[in-house]
């Protein structure tokens, strides 16, 4: 019998899916531009250029690295109540929301499935229809990027599952509205609401989980709490959904330096939420800044980010390629829609400076 190679034995529908396209990490953009490691000003992963708190550092320096997580998430949970104002029962963390993500697309989808997602929006939710088999419907958003509501629902048939949201959208920044959010619930679907940018809006939808046992909430300490690199969010949902996820997910998803750093975080919660404050600032000014400026139009945002809109797709690359030359990176995408567009991450007040500075002189 002739033998097959390793790659034949594939599951079909993933053997053809893409590679995620991730944003670099500073060595590899550094050296793309020629410039060292510390020269460069990264505003293109939404991440938080306070860094974590200085509590947090010290949590995982003093973790027991030796031992197993708690797979029930007993603490953690409990801290998370503390901060969001809702039951442990009610809350699920997960390396990054992320991997909530992935976990809700194995508990709800098969192939042949179909999952709705907003476009444009963040990527993710896309790169795990593929990977779970199940059938992507892009609903375009309107002009404002608001959520086209009868588009949704004309788009629902037998297979449809679950309905993604973004709010504050990434890379949009704008808000989905709470009637939006609970017309999306009418339709019995799971309706899953990513605040990933909640602490820079305020808006929350959480409380409705009480109502709804349809409705997942995610959120993230990787955006206001400064800890991408640990990889830790939560999900807030029906207590039974809740379950599920413990039942299916790695027992120790969440590692030991991931929750010391998290739990001093959420101690520590008013200094992180000072940086917010100062980010939030640093939004606006830029936003000001950039509406001052020819040639680009920033749109509102309720995130750490703002979209910017050229003239052209051609003016909006060439800005893309001459930033990063200079040592600043922003994030450009490939969709039709968005290809006059970058979506830069607020930073420090000097970055946002170096940014802005650039910005008018390539403009000029
Ligand atoms: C809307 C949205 N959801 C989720 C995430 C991922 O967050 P995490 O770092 O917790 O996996 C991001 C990250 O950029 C995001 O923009």
Redesign the pocket.
């Known amino acids: 019998m002739p033998q097959k190679r390793a790659t034949d034995l594939i599951r079909p529908h993933l053997a053809s899916v893409q590679t995620y396209q991730p944003v670099d990490p500073p060595e590899v953009l550094a050296a793309r531009a020629g410039i060292p490691r510390e020269s460069i000003v990264k505003l293109n ?2 991440e938080n250029p306070y860094g974590p708190s200085p509590k947090a550092m010290e949590a995982v320096s003093e973790a027991e690295l030796h031992i197993y997580p708690d797979p029930f998430q007993r603490r953690l949970r409990a801290a998370l109540s503390d901060y969001t104002g809702l039951a442990p029962d009610n809350i699920i963390a ?8 992935d976990l809700l697309f194995r508990l709800f989808i098969e192939p042949g499935d179909s999952i709705l997602d907003c476009d444009p ?2 990527a ?1 939710y896309a790169f795990c229809a593929r990977v779970a088999g199940g059938e992507l419907r892009l609903i375009q958003r309107g002009e404002l990027f608001q959520i086209d509501l009868d588009a949704v629902r004309s788009a629902i048939d037998e297979n449809t599952k679950i309905i993604f949201i ?1 709010s ?4 949009t920044g704008n808000l989905a509205a709470e009637d939006e959010v609970r017309a999306l619930l009418d339709t019995g679907l799971i309706v899953v609401i ?4 909640f602490e820079f809006s305020g808006e929350t939808v959480a409380p409705l989980v009480h109502e709804y046992d349809n409705l997942v909430v ?6 206001w709490a400064g ?2 690199g640990l ?3 939560y999900g807030i949902m029906d207590s039974g959904l809740v379950d599920h996820i413990v039942d299916i997910k790695s027992p120790y998803n969440v590692n030991i330096a991931a929750e010391a750093a998290a739990l001093a975080s959420l101690d520590d919660r008013d200094y992180l939420l000072g940086n917010v404050q100062r980010i939030v600032e640093g939004r606006e000014r830029m936003h000001d800044a950039l509406t001052a400026m020819d040639g680009v139009k920033p749109w509102p945002s309720h ?1 750490n980010y703002i979209l910017c809109q050229m003239d052209c797709p051609e003016r909006a690359q060439d800005m893309f390629d001459q930033l990063a030359s200079r040592g600043i990176f922003v994030r450009k995408f490939g969709s039709d829609r968005l290809r006059d567009c970058f979506r830069v991450a607020i930073g420090t007040p000097s970055e946002n400076a170096a940014f802005l500075n650039a910005v008018g002189e390539i403009a000029r």
């Not at 997960?94 to 909530?100: K, M, N, P, V």
């Not at 995610?218 to 955006?223: A, G, I």
């Open positions: 992963g939404n997960g390396a990054g929301s992320d991997e909530l993500i929006t963040f993710m973004s504050p959208n990434n890379p990513d605040e990933a940018y995610l959120r993230t300490m990787s955006k800890l991408a990889r830790i969010g995130g």
